[in-house]
């Protein structure tokens, strides 16, 4: 913690959401307004390996008061210091910076030396694995916010060379797992159930319905093939996962930080134990600047800002991610979980938490930038490149970085009218995020750049965590129709009470025989 960092300031309970009618958000909004989209002056961060252009958003000195002044306001300094300060651990964020901390940062803490441990366990365990050359091929099941990260990971520093081959099955389609299983030889192949507590049972269902094609293929000790990633030992060992493979979920982890945990498991499987390091040291570097900038400087407060004005003030209902690399092509579902998963309680006042999207592909079809450039509605936008990710050819990398800054510029300055088509008015504001080079460590810092911007708006919108009750209020609700789903048709019709649409489809896919195939699948 900096030396001048206050104690956290608890807000009072009427002040946990923003307002629209409180002082300071009355200035910033009008100041939002009258501030200017010139791209002057030039206002670059430069953080971690990863420079930040904000010259495209709105800016102005009375602004930029107006921002550090709503900072203040809802107490976004100290916020900041309890985040990386000793302590339990808030329900929202978890606290994920000590997980890249390192051992000893808190040696007075005991949850941050038993996830230490923990980590170096699951290390040791992988290095093992290495010395001995065994399994090179891994099925990971496992689902929900945390996969993200993995798969941006894996995507972007995978392929031929990648020490392991990696599938993924999420979700409970069983066409996905009979895929993934395709060509897979079960003698040497290691499955990996991830989930926090096997709730929904997907996850669950899927690992035993592994275990027994690795039964079926004459392995008796099936142990010797299944590790655990969960917060639900019981569970793992009743699947029949050793003790010692059992890797534990810290319980404050939220699933969208899972990549700085023993979650990082496929990860280092597939590209070694060196690479894990790598994007922690990124990302620790980056909690480095957000814990030390001073807010004007200060690249996740300034984006978050930037947000807040966009959202709040000029209501632009969503937020577009243009990425110019095809080995970030997950960064968006990654920003879409830091972001989205947040905005359960947004304040009920004030527009808050835009609908991020980005189009398949990098850096997306024509129609995609058509919209940005022509609709109405419009949309802010990150600009995602690297300055030099392909060395060995240069004449490509320079086509694609120069298209990415002649969208951004004509989506600030507008387009020429063209045959059939007016012009477009431009006005439309963007910040640029390049990485130096698309390395590991530069990796991890564009990760923990977001994940510290949708800390902050989440302290200025006031919005913290809201979500998961409605979601365990889908999954029972799921839970019960998959109940439903397996009533055979002998038992005549059922007042299932739903609505008419959904009983209907339930009783459809009892009609064509479905819950007859559960039930012999269960008996």
């Known amino acids: 913690m900096p030396e001048n960092a206050q104690p956290h300031a608890v807000i009072p309970a009427a002040d946990l959401q923003l307002s629209a009618q409180s002082p300071q958000w009355r200035v910033f909004a009008a100041a939002a307004a009258g501030a200017s989209l010139v791209a002057r002056p030039l206002r670059v961060i430069e953080a971690a390996g990863i420079y930040v252009d904000l010259s495209m958003q709105r800016h102005s000195s ?18 900041r210091a309890a985040l990386f300060a000793p302590g339990a651990p808030d329900a929202a964020h978890g ?50 916010a945390g996969q993200w990260a993995l798969r941006l990971a894996l995507q972007a520093f995978g392929g031929p060379a990648q020490r392991r081959q990696l599938r993924f099955v999420s979700g409970g389609d069983a066409a996905a797992l009979h895929e993934a299983l395709a060509g897979l ?21 899927n690992a035993r319905a592994a275990i027994d094609w690795l039964r079926r293929a004459g392995i008796d000790d099936v142990s010797a093939h299944l590790v655990a990633v969960t917060g639900n030992e019981s569970a793992a060992r009743a699947l029949g996962v050793a003790a010692a493979r059992v890797f534990r979920l810290p319980s404050w982890l939220q699933p969208r930080h899972e990549l700085w ?35 004007a400087v200060n690249a996740p407060m300034q984006m978050a800002l930037a947000a807040v004005a966009n ?32 905005a359960g309680r947004a304040p009920a006042s004030l527009p808050a938490y835009p609908v991020v ?12 930038f058509e919209w940005l450039h022509r609709a109405p509605a419009g949309a802010p936008v990150d600009f995602i490149a690297g300055l030099d990710e392909y060395p060995a050819s240069p ?35 963007s910040t640029l995020v390049v990485l130096r080079q698309v390395d590991p460590r530069a990796v991890g810092a564009l990760l923990a750049l977001y994940e510290h911007k949708a800390f902050v708006q989440a302290a200025l919108w006031g919005a913290a965590l809201g979500g998961a009750d409605q979601a365990q209020a889908c999954q029972r609700l799921a839970q019960d129709i998959a109940r439903q789903l397996a009533v055979p048709p002998a038992a005549g019709p059922v007042d299932w009470g739903h609505d008419s649409s959904t009983a209907f489809w339930i009783d459809r896919y009892r009609e064509q025989g479905g819950a007859g195939a559960a039930a012999g699948r269960t008996a």
Not at 108 to 125: K, N, T
Not at 127 to 139: F, H, I, K, N, S
Not at 187 to 194: G, S, Y
């Open 185 to 205: 030889d079960p003698r040497r192949t290691l499955v990996v159930a991830a989930s926090r507590g096997f709730e929904p049972s997907e996850t669950l269902d």
């Open 95 to 144: 606290r994920y910076p000590v997980l890249r901390a390192g051992y000893g940062a808190h040696p007075e803490e005991q949850c941050d030396i038993e996830v230490e441990i923990e980590y170096a366990r699951m290390l040791e365990f992988v290095r093992e694995l290495d010395r001995g050359g065994a399994c090179p091929a891994v099925l990971y099941l496992g689902g929900g």
């Open 395 to 429: 004449p490509a990398h320079r086509a694609l970085l120069a298209n990415c800054l002649a969208q951004r510029e004509a989506l600030l300055r507008g387009l020429p009218a063209g045959p059939g088509q007016p012009a477009a008015g431009g006005g439309r504001p």
């Open 311 to 342: 959202t709040s003030a000029m209501h632009w209902p969503t937020h577009a991610l243009a990425v110019y690399s095809a080995r970030l092509a997950a960064l968006p579902a990654c920003v879409q979980q830091l972001e989205m998963t947040l």
């Open 62 to 79: 009375a602004l930029a008061q107006a921002g550090l002044a709503l900072l203040q306001a809802r107490d976004v300094l100290g916020a």
């Open 261 to 295: 945990s023993v979650g990082a498991l496929p990860v280092a499987l597939a590209l070694g134990v060196d690479m894990l390091k790598a994007l922690r040291s990124g990302a620790a570097a980056m909690d480095q600047h957000f814990l030390q900038a001073a807010p």
């Open 357 to 368: 999207w980005s189009p398949a592909g990098a850096p997306g079809p024509g129609a995609f």
